[in-house]
């Protein structure tokens, strides 16, 4: 069956899912697990949230449902950043960027909706970054003929840091990791969020790259030769972290870059090629394909049974390695984490959330902490 009609169907059952059960199956549904993430990363209550979610009536209005609240935010950012309240601005205009992100991350690639939204998340949230406390300082990572565009937060007060560099998902992007950022700042440990090849500002949508599981460790080196460059950071005390298939690329950059102090993996598997299978929704598909850059789904199968899996590369990490997983994980099996354990070199730390799902959404507030403490451990070593 061609890739198109695939995700025609998957797209039509996801708006039939949405018209019969309603808003309240959706925010309920693993499927829209999506959501808890936006109840995390996007800075907005629980009563927002569920405004939100009763303007999506079918799928087709499901960016509009997002982008009322959105403009609304930056309507009030505007209008604080005119009248002084500089501290009001930056938290609203943070809300619109994020806001922004959560909108078009299930909106079709095709769609206009999709562009217009990843360039208002990026605009927005720089409009922020000056009035955030601490501030947050855009930055461009020689990298290539495109450079890594990323964001560094110091902690205040701090001389010398640390610091984290954190790697964004599949569809993650360094604006949304603004909140773990504000996990370590509140620690004493500066963080470094970028996007690289295939994300963010530098996918191929937005006239970037490919991701390429086997090289992307490349990018995380020139993170890190950036970060020897700056005098305010402790580079010789980093920490990598990377969340779903950021957790995955920062146990391969450890692989492959011993200056790294120890890593952490949010949500990452061993085996990619775990995933494929009849069930896979034509979504998921669709994803990769679009991130690895290639122009169909068997495209993606061939790729990822090549190079999906950490076996020969887990065993090259020797660092502390803190590996997070949900038991209800539908993405990453229980399996793949016990691998990782038996087959890294250095001390393994497992926490496991027996009622979890993918990346631990649903218990962000205890396991986040849990996170910055075990960071905050090794780095004081």
């Known amino acids: 069956m061609e890739d198109h009609i695939l995700t025609d169907n998957f797209y039509h059952t996801v708006d039939l899912f949405i018209q019969l059960l309603g808003e309240d199956a959706v925010n309920k549904s693993d499927c829209f697990f999506r959501i808890s ?19 999506i009536k079918s799928f087709d209005n499901w960016y509009d449902a997002w982008e009322v609240s959105a403009d609304r935010f930056a309507r009030i950012a505007g209008e604080a950043e005119t009248t002084g309240h500089l501290v009001t601005a930056g938290k ?31 605009a927005y949230y720089r409009k922020a970054c000056p009035y955030l406390f601490p501030k947050v300082e ?11 565009p990323g964001y560094l937060r110091l902690p205040v007060g701090v001389q010398l840091p640390p610091v984290i ?27 470094l969020a970028f996007d690289g090849p295939g994300q963010g500002e530098r996918s191929l949508r937005n006239k970037g790259v490919p991701l390429r599981l086997e090289t992307f460790h490349h990018a995380v080196t020139a993170v890190i030769n950036y970060l020897e460059t700056r005098r305010e950071v402790d580079a010789k005390r980093l920490v990598c972290w990377g ?12 692989a492959n870059d011993t200056r790294i102090h120890a890593a952490v993996s949010l949500g990452g598997g061993y085996d990619f090629r775990m995933d494929i299978e009849s069930t896979t929704p034509a979504d998921i598909w669709e994803e990769d394909r679009d991130l690895y850059g290639l122009s169909s789904f068997a495209e993606s199968e061939s790729y990822i049974r090549e190079f999906g899996s950490m076996q020969g590369i887990i065993e090259k990490v020797s660092c502390p390695l803190l590996v997070v ?20 070199t250095g001390p393994v730390t497992l926490m496991v959330y027996e009622d979890g799902n993918h990346s631990v959404c649903n218990y962000n507030l205890e396991m986040s902490e849990a996170v910055a403490d075990w960071v905050a451990d090794q780095l004081s070593r």
């Open 243 to 254: 969340q779903s298939t950021g957790g995955h690329l920062a146990m391969r950059a450890a």
């Open 37 to 55: 993430r936006a109840a995390i990363g996007s800075y907005v209550d629980y009563s927002e949230i569920q405004r939100i979610l009763a303007r």
């Open 325 to 344: 997983h949900g038991a209800r994980d539908n993405c990453v099996a229980m399996e793949e984490i016990e691998r990782l354990k038996q087959e890294a």
């Open 138 to 148: 855009p930055i461009e990572i020689p990298f290539g003929k495109l450079g890594l």
């Open 92 to 122: 609203n205009y943070l809300r619109a960027g994020l806001l922004y992100h959560f909108a078009q991350l299930f909106t079709r690639p095709e769609d206009p909706a999709r562009s217009e939204g990843q360039e208002k998340r990026v």
């Open 165 to 191: 560099v954190m790697i964004p998902g599949a569809n993650s992007v360094k604006e949304e990791l603004h909140h773990w950022g504000e996990k370590f700042t509140e620690l004493g440990i500066a963080t």
